[in-house]
């Protein structure tokens, strides 16, 4: 187990094609690559977050005893945040991005959901005030 002073996030997120999936992060969220192993599995990061991104070739991709496979989408998501989530979501739109969700404000402020290439969700969140 990690030392509970590593100040690294670690997510893993189930990708169907793992350079699509470092091209996307890299290109449209800021994220830096860390490692490839193309095609089972990539890492970025961005920040203390670190984002494992395991294809279906990964050791994460393979059938639970079930028979079950591990695959992308859901709803769980990263969450990053962003200063200005207007220019950010005309940004993403011109360079065709997908959204799940129109921007909504609450109380904490404003979010909107998009998928990566492989349909996982990312939130971007404005914070109040901000």
Do not use: K
């Amino acid at each position: 187990m990690t030392s509970t002073t590593d100040s690294t996030v670690h997510v893993r997120y189930l990708v169907d094609d793992v350079r699509a999936a470092v091209d996307f992060y890299t290109t449209h969220l800021g994220f830096t690559p860390n490692t490839t192993y193309l095609p089972a599995f990539a890492d970025v990061l961005r920040g203390n977050l670190r984002l494992l991104l395991s294809g279906p070739a990964s050791s994460a991709g393979r059938a639970m005893p079930d028979g079950r496979r591990p695959q992308p989408g859901g709803w769980n998501r990263i969450h990053l945040l962003v200063d200005d989530i207007d220019a950010e979501v005309a940004r993403l739109r011109a360079a065709g991005v997908s959204f799940r969700s129109d921007v909504i404000t609450g109380p904490g402020g404003r979010q909107i959901v998009l998928d990566d290439p492989a349909g996982n969700p990312v939130e971007l969140f404005q914070p109040a005030g901000g």
